[in-house]
């Protein structure tokens, strides 16, 4: 859907019916609208701060409007491309997209035997997907097909950079949850990371981590030290 605003540019959004929520989850597209908000609400601070302003510390959000119980309007950007996305298109050639799923089920013991999970299988599982289906380094060779300029890259990747290192800290102060490959929208254009459908959860705030195709990202001379300075700004 295409609306003219006043000062004469087209806003596209997208609508979305969430059928596959009971009843009970009528208020979720409420819940999104005012996590978005709540990000939004932060940008003023952070260009009013000198530190912040200097470097374009920005919180990007889409817009959100709910329309009615378990409908909404969500903001389209015509350039993004999820996570997810980038996976799969990296499974093109080489193998089937749920390969990664096969072998952890194949692996996992039963729970109906009363087994559980140890951490030493799942540091055993991680590990074997990682080598043999989600190589470090597919983000990064995403990013270098995608910006084959040196300064193109170098520019997406120092935005990209901030982007995620204000999205993690933003993420842990209001304790949001965490939402799937497919909701890690990447503006093509700036660089930018839109995280979707993320609320408020109750308790104590999670740590937050960094899949290794992220690190491997976002580290320079396999140093991290340009995402920690990001963060402490």
């Not at 609400?41 to 378990?70: H, Q, Y």
């Not at 990296?90 to 951490?119: E, M, V």
Request: glycine share 6%.
């Amino acid at each position: 859907i295409f609306f003219l605003g006043k000062n004469g540019r087209v806003y596209s959004f997208l609508c979305f019916v969430d059928e596959q929520f009971p009843p009970q989850h009528a208020s979720e597209p409420r819940r999104e609208e005012r996590s978005s908000m709540l990000k939004r609400a932060i940008n003023p601070i952070l260009s009013s701060s000198r530190l912040t302003s200097r470097r374009g510390l920005t919180v990007e959000a889409l817009k959100i409007v709910p329309l009615g119980p378990l409908q909404k309007l969500v903001e389209h950007k015509g350039d993004g491309q999820t996570l997810w996305q980038i996976y799969q298109k990296s499974c093109l050639k080489k193998q089937d997209r749920d390969a990664p799923l096969t072998s952890y089920f194949a692996r996992i013991p039963s729970p109906q035997k009363g087994n559980q999970l140890s951490d030493s299988l799942l540091k055993e599982l991680f590990a074997n997907i990682t080598h043999s289906y989600l190589p470090k380094d597919t983000f990064l060779n995403w990013a270098q097909a995608t910006y084959p300029s040196h300064v193109d890259f170098l520019t997406f990747k120092g935005r990209f950079l901030l982007s995620i290192a204000v999205q993690s800290v933003v993420s842990y102060c209001y304790n949001l949850n965490a939402v799937p490959p497919s909701r890690w929208l990447i503006d093509r254009k700036t660089g930018s990371l839109f995280i979707i459908g993320q609320k408020i959860e109750s308790g104590m705030p999670k740590s937050f981590r960094l899949t290794p195709n992220l690190m491997s990202m976002l580290t320079f001379c396999g140093s991290p030290h340009a995402l920690v300075e990001a963060m402490q700004c």
